[in-house]
Each structure stands twice: as C-alpha cells, then as structure tokens.
C-alpha cells in the first residue's frame, strides 16, 4: 500500500531526471570544452548553466545593481556678498550731489543750524534802533537774551533743462531774538528774521589745491524782519556758492551782489558796507562732534568791517546735540547789521547746517 501510494511522486522524479540527461547528452564533448576554455568565471559558469539546462528551470538570480542614488547637488554658488553701502560725504549728503545720494524731490531736509539756545549772552546789546520806540522810557534791553533758529530746504525739480547734474531747490530761515528774560519789555522777540531763496545747484567734478570741486550753488536771496517805520530792514540778493571738500573738511565760498532798490524804499543803503560782499564757510566732522567757522567781510582797505561765527555741536542723547556759539563782528541779526558786539550762547542742536 505504502509503494502505490509513493509511486507517483518517484515516477515524476525519474521522468526530470531523465530529461535532465538527455539536454545533457545532447551538447556535444566539444560544447562542454569550449566553457572551459571561456578564461572570465561568470561566462563560463553561464555557459555551464545554459548547457545543463539549468536555465531553462531556474532563472538565473538578478544582476545585482548599485542602489540608485539621487545625484549629490552642487553645492549653491555662494551668492556674492553685498557691497558694503558707499559712505558718502557730507556735501553729498546734504546736496544729493550723486546718483546713490538723490531722495527725490519735495523731501523736507535741514539746510542751515536749526538751534535754540536759551542762554545768550552780548557785551553790547543795540538799543539805538528802539529809541523813541518805547513812550516814556528807554528800551533798555538785557544783555542775556535768548536766540532761536529753525532752516530747511526742499529739491522742487530734478534734472532741471534735461540736465542730471542740475537740481532746483528752495530754502526758509527764520531766525529771532527774544528777550526772554526782559520782564520789564514783556519778555518780546526784539529781533526775526527770515530768509527764503531760490537755488539752482550745478553737480560739478575737478579738483582745486587739494580740495574737490563738488557743486556750483545759483541762488537769489530775500532778507527782511517784517518790520515797519524805523524798524524795517531788508535786502535782496544774487549770489554764486562754490563748494569743496577734502576728508572731513567742506568749504562754500559764497559772493553775492546785493539787487539795487530806490531810494525811497531801501531802509539800510549802507548795509553792504557792514554785511560784506560774500562770506566763507568752512565746516569740519569728528566723529559725532562738528565744528564750523564763518567769515564774512567787505573787502575795504579803509573801513573794514566783517564777521566771524564759530559753531560747535556735541552729542547729547539721540539726535539731540549740545550747541555753542560764538560771535564778534557786524551783523550778527538784520536789525544789527551796523553794530558791533560779542556774544557767546549755549543750547541745542536738531541738525547741522550746510
């Protein structure tokens, strides 16, 4: 019972044996010495295999491949770093003399010292213009008083004419004298002026002993206090401001000529005699610390008579600056154009002028 029931399986054995020998039997002496003589080891083991039959029941295992790798990326291009910003200087700064400089028009910047000083002090305060002004009494005004200026500017036009080198900008000064102190004169501004003009600043490139030719300034000046009687004064102005630079040191040469009036309505005919026919600023940075000096003069052998102003500007806290200020000379405000004195006050500062 046990040999029928194994027969079947043995009968199927004996049958793949026999198949096996007769594939074996049909290649021929010269196929089997010719895989011995394939010299590379998987070649001839695969002809082996092919001549035995072997593939015909067994497929022969995969090649075996190197696992597919995503490609390594290049490594990104460091981006270049970005230029380290051009520090400009000051009269680039404060004219938008280059391309990287302009803010375009209409912007409100500062233009001369906006300061208020609340101790000022004078060796010799100008009373002659007030006398008889006051009934009953003389003006007699301190000597400590207190002194407060505010100026800006703004570019009206860009490239005026289709010129890129030629900007159009307007400038307001106002600048009072207020005896603050004064009780017995109801503590009154004795003195304001104001200042507006029209500039046509050229951007210009040479160079000058040392010093860079930077802009050529094209101006026309009013000045009055809006006074009436016998204390009006006013004049009017073309001028032509030149300025340079070296380092940290700006200079602006500024002549002007004074636009005649009749005589019925000049209230100073004399007033160029003390004022002088141009004046020169030069102003220097230190760190936070800026230093100025103005010099102005009439350039008279006989009767010579000018100015001099001398800023300086510190840090305080932020943006706000301690300031002192020095003068001597004629002309220190419009109504004193014909008066000499000395003063020295102290305050603060908001912005620089230039």
């Known amino acids: 019972m046990s040999f029928l029931r194994l027969s079947p399986r043995i009968l199927f054995l004996v049958l793949l044996g026999t198949g096996l020998a007769e594939h074996a039997r049909g290649a021929s002496m010269g196929d089997w010495e ?54 400009l200087s000051a009269l680039s700064r404060r004219w938008e003399l280059g391309d990287e400089a302009k803010q375009g028009t209409f912007l409100f910047q500062p233009y001369r010292p906006t300061y208020f000083l609340p101790i000022k002090y004078s060796t010799a305060p100008n ?36 010129y890129d080198n030629v900007d159009l900008w307007f400038g307001y000064t106002t600048t009072s004298f207020w005896q603050a102190y004064n009780h017995n004169s109801s503590s009154s501004f004795r003195e304001t002026s104001y200042e507006p003009e029209a500039m046509l600043v050229f951007r210009t490139h040479y160079d000058l002993a040392g010093f860079r030719g930077r802009f050529i300034n094209l101006g026309l000046l009013h000045q009055s206090n809006g006074r009436g009687e016998d204390l009006s004064r006013g004049w009017n102005r073309v001028y032509a401001q030149f300025g340079f630079e070296r380092g940290n040191l700006s200079l602006l040469v500024r002549p002007w000529i004074r636009i005649p009036e009749s005589a019925a309505n000049d209230d100073n005919p004399d007033i160029e005699d003390y004022m002088g026919h141009g004046d020169l600023l030069a102003v220097y940075s230190k760190g936070r610390n800026a230093y100025s000096l103005l010099l102005r003069n009439n350039l008279k052998s006989e009767n010579n008579r000018g100015a001099l102003k001398f800023n300086w500007s510190f840090p305080l806290h932020g943006r706000l600056k301690g300031y002192v200020q020095y003068f001597n000379g004629y002309g220190e405000s419009l109504i004193d154009y014909n008066h000499r004195q000395q003063s020295l006050g102290v305050g603060v500062s908001l912005a620089e002028g230039m």
Do not use: N, W
Not at 152 to 161: L, N
């Open 34 to 87: 010719g895989c011995s003589a394939i010299p590379a080891d998987a070649e001839r083991l695969a002809c082996y295999d092919r001549l035995s039959g072997r593939s015909q029941f067994e497929a022969a295992p995969p090649a075996a491949t190197e696992p597919e790798t995503e490609p390594a990326e290049a490594p990104a291009a460091a981006q270049a770093a970005p230029p380290e910003p051009k520090l």
């Open 127 to 162: 009373d002659t213009p007030f006398q008889g002004i006051f009934a009953h009494r003389d003006p007699d005004l301190d000597s400590i008083e207190a002194e407060l200026q505010l100026s800006f500017k703004v570019k009206g036009m860009q490239g005026v004419f289709g």
